[in-house]
Every structure is written in C-alpha cells, then in structure tokens.
T-cell receptor, first 114, second 110 residues
Framework: DSGVTQTPKHLITATGQRVTLRCSPRSGDLSVYWYQQSLDQGLQFLIQYYNGEERAKGNILERFSAQQFPDLHSELNLSSLELGDSALYFC?????????????FGNGTRLTVT | LAKTTQPISMDSYEGQEVNITCSHNNIATNDYITWYQQFPSQGPRFIIQGYKTKVTNEVASLFIPADRKSSTLSLPRVSLSDTAVYYCLVGDKTENKLTFGTGTQLKVEL
C-alpha cells in the first residue's frame, strides 16, 4: 500500500461531460503529481502541485484543470470529455518539491468515455 | 532535458538474474536515477534509487558507472511475479517535472 488514495476507482461517462478525480497524498507528502496512461501507452505527465501551488505543467489539455487544497488533497477536473480521454489517471505524491524525491503512486482512476 | 532510453522488452526464465540498462546521456550533475515497477492496471511502485556506484536493497541492485550516463537495474533470481514494466526515471531540473520513458516490459517464464 503506497498510502496514496484515489477515488473513484472506475468512472464511466459520456462524451461532453465533466468529471472530477480525487487524490489524497501520502501522509506528510507535500507534492502531488497527475499522470495519464492510455491503453498500451506510457505515463504522460500532466501537472504538479506543491503545498497548494502549481509548480510544473506537462502535456495537459486546456479542458483539464487541477488544484491542490489546503489539506493537500488534489482534484483533477476533466471537462468536455472526448473518447480519446479514456485512460488510467494516476496521482502520485512525494515528500518535497525536488525531482529526486521518490514518487508514491495511487492505483489510479480508470476513466471510460462512451 | 534528461531523456532516458531503455530496451522495449526482455525475456527471462525463473531463477535467472536480469539486468536492465537505461541510457541517460544528458543527466544533470545533481540528478538521481530512480527505477519503478508497474503491473497492469496498477500505479508504478518505487524500486530503488541511486546517484553513483552501487546501491542494493532487498529487491534489487542498481549499478551506476562513474560517468553516470547509464545505469543498470539488476533483479536477482527473478520469478513469474516479476513480470512487469520497469521504468528508469531521471529528474528534469530544467523543467521541474518527471517524465517517464517507454519502459522495459520484462516477461519471466517457467
């Protein structure tokens, strides 16, 4: 158990809809990362937050947004969903901002857009 | 950009030692090298991290030569349960983000 909790585990929705994915980081971790993994694809970095502030952006679409709250949990909002957004979305946390801090991943949210 | 290159796939048999090499020619001076293991439909799991020479823990060893332009993850006496994708990750300080490569699919057979 990594200590990172992601909810929900599965989400099925229709095109054009909006969903929110939630992540609770490991106790004591201040940094949260979001990744997208499509079928047979690698892990695509989306965005990173540290102690409530956005610190780095990857290949995140404008239809996607995220935030980290004062209690350090994070939410990833996906809107105007398209079929191609179907993927596993992982949240990871680390103790600090440094890129050398090991990441601890949750078990992901599987999003299916129909 | 500290990009990594790994073999796409490797096959092995139970009980053998497996060595997976990762190339990272543009590694920055302060970057550590971190390896993760991922099973299907699960999040990656931290295996080992090192900066130079050799690091060993209960599941693997990591060998890093003096020039640090590559690293080798060594899994002793693999079992079927070691079948997974293994990712080598090097910090990207210029952009403060962590970019995973394509990883190495290790398949262990009887």
């Amino acid at each position: 158990d990594s200590g990172v909790t992601q909810t929900p585990k599965h989400l099925i929705t229709a095109t054009g809809q909006r969903v929110t994915l939630r992540c609770s980081p490991r106790s004591g971790d201040l940094s949260v990362y979001w990744y997208q993994q499509s079928l047979d694809q690698g892990l695509q970095f989306l965005i990173q937050y540290y102690n409530g502030e956005e610190r780095a952006k990857g290949n995140i679409l404008e239809r996607f947004s995220a935030q980290q709250f004062p209690d350090l949990h994070s939410e990833l909002n996906l809107s105007s969903l398209e079929l191609g957004d179907s993927a596993l979305y992982f949240c990871a946390s680390s103790v600090d901002l440094g890129v050398n801090s090991p990441l601890h991943f949750g078990n992901g949210t599987r999003l299916t857009v129909t | 950009l500290a990009k990594t290159t790994q073999p796409i796939s490797m096959d092995s048999y139970e009980g053998q030692e497996v060595n997976i090499t990762c190339s990272h020619n543009n590694i920055a001076t302060n970057d550590y090298i971190t390896w993760y293991q991922q099973f299907p439909s699960q999040g990656p799991r931290f295996i080992i991290q090192g900066y130079k020479t050799k690091v060993t823990n209960e599941v693997a060893s990591l060998f890093i030569p003096a020039d640090r332009k590559s690293s080798t993850l060594s899994l002793p006496r693999v079992s079927l349960s070691d079948t997974a994708v293994y990712y080598c990750l090097v910090g990207d300080k210029t952009e403060n983000k962590l970019t995973f490569g394509t990883g190495t699919q290790l398949k262990v057979e009887l």
